[in-house]
């Protein structure tokens, strides 16, 4: 059974930073392609930043050049590195793993960013 479970979540001033980390069970880490997605009351869930098994990261405009998705093969787990936040990157956080035939999500971290 594959479990993604994420932690790093909380509150923090405007300007600040977290980091979202997203541990994986199970052996489909490496191979897979894995992402980082947020949502808010009553909006669709939408892609915050991707990576592919061989590393290559792509990111929604509004988080261009503050946020870093990085993955670490040997610890089975994803990270996505949060700088600069602002009141809009409130939602909760949700990683993802998928593949040809499987696609899993985690259960979700709050990000409130507020003064």
């Known amino acids: 059974q594959v479990q993604l479970v994420e932690s790093g979540g909380g509150l923090v001033q405007p300007g600040g930073s977290l980091r979202l980390s997203c541990a994986i069970s199970?052996?489909?880490?490496?191979?897979?392609?894995m992402g980082w997605y947020r949502q808010t009351p009553g909006k669709e869930r939408e892609l915050v930043a991707g990576i592919a098994s061989g590393g290559s990261a792509t990111y929604e405009d509004s988080v261009k050049g503050r946020f870093t998705i990085s993955r670490d093969n040997a610890k089975n787990t994803l990270y996505l590195q949060m700088n600069s936040l602002k009141p809009e990157d409130t939602a909760v956080y949700y990683c993802r793993s998928w593949g040809r035939q499987y696609d899993y999500w985690g259960q979700g971290t709050q990000v409130t960013v507020s003064s």
């Open positions: 199970g052996s489909i880490f490496s191979y897979s392609a």
